[in-house]
């Protein structure tokens, strides 16, 4: 009885780790993810009756430079204070926050090289999460002895 727990354990955890992987490969489209956000609002706003026409949160394209910015800064803050050992965020993180930044690059100079640091920054976001997965067994796996 106690292995089929562990295999139920087991199975419940691979689906939770792929449909989580399911939901990061949104991220390599910022186009889908934007589209879905203003999708998703737009229904909100028909449920209460409000009829919205076109693309409600396009202002944010305008902002983005400043947000990205704000998080290339917070990103180098983390990364001293980790350099310091004063932070307390894992390798892990840093790396998948750098490959998204990567993947996020919002420069129309930077356009001719979307390829690129798209490649970039997912093979950042990658191996930061089959090392999380690593750990994350290793910890099962030691739980379980």
């Not at 693309?55 to 990364?79: H, I, S």
């Not at 980790?82 to 356009?111: D, E, R």
Request: proline share 2%; charged share 10%.
């Amino acid at each position: 009885m106690a292995k089929f727990t562990s295999l139920a354990a087991m199975r419940d955890r691979a689906m939770s780790g792929l449909s989580g992987f399911s939901g990061l490969m949104g991220v390599f489209s910022s186009w889908t993810v934007c589209h879905n956000v203003c999708t998703a609002a737009i229904a909100l706003l028909a449920i209460i009756g409000i009829t919205v026409v076109g693309m409600p949160l396009l202002f944010l394209q305008k902002v983005a430079v400043p947000f990205w910015t704000a998080a290339v800064l917070l990103l180098g803050v983390l990364l001293v204070l980790k350099a310091k050992k004063m932070g307390c965020i894992s390798s892990n993180a840093l790396m998948l926050n750098a490959g998204l930044i990567v993947i996020g690059t919002p420069f129309q100079a930077a356009k001719q090289f979307s390829y690129s640091l798209w490649s970039i920054g997912g093979a950042l976001v990658v191996v930061s999460l089959i090392s999380l997965l690593k750990v994350k067994l290793a910890n099962a796996k030691v739980s379980e002895k």
